[in-house]
């Protein structure tokens, strides 16, 4: 469930995920079940350290390799990532031909919907 973490409690779900944008702590006073896990995102180090007080489990940092107005690139990406303890799940741009290149970041795994389609459609 996506930034509706009271709704996610309501239903019983496993976890909710907070986006970027949402610079909220009011769901620190809810009562979650045991292994309900939050997710986050970030594109900086600004909002990372807001996802860590927000006190999610993992946050999905973007921009990898899609160049947008977000787009890290693996340096930045590498430098942002190793100033939290939080797991990193590496977004943005990743594909079959990249992939390889996640191993040498902090990431303990990646997410992205273009790269799951293109496996989807095949060669």
Do not use: C, W
């Not at 409690?9 to 702590?25: E, Q, T, V, W």
């Not at 970030?42 to 909002?47: P, S, T």
């Not at 990898?64 to 799940?89: A, D, E, H, P, Q």
């Not at 990431?107 to 496996?119: C, D, E, H, P, R």
């Amino acid at each position: 469930m996506a930034n509706n973490i009271k709704l996610s409690i309501r239903l019983k779900l496993d976890g909710a995920y907070i986006p970027s944008f949402n610079k909220k702590f009011s769901h620190l006073n809810y009562l979650y079940k045991k292994n309900f896990l939050l997710l986050g995102s970030a594109h900086n180090l600004k909002e990372i350290r807001i996802k860590e007080k927000q006190n999610v489990s993992e946050i999905f940092l973007s921009s990898l390799f899609k160049k947008n107005n977000n787009f890290l690139g693996m340096n930045k990406y590498n430098l942002v990532s190793r100033l939290t303890n939080k797991k990193i799940i590496a977004l943005g741009g990743v594909s079959k031909e990249n992939m390889k290149l996640i191993k040498l970041t902090k990431s303990k795994g990646f997410a992205g919907i273009s790269f799951f389609k293109s496996i989807k459609k095949g060669p």
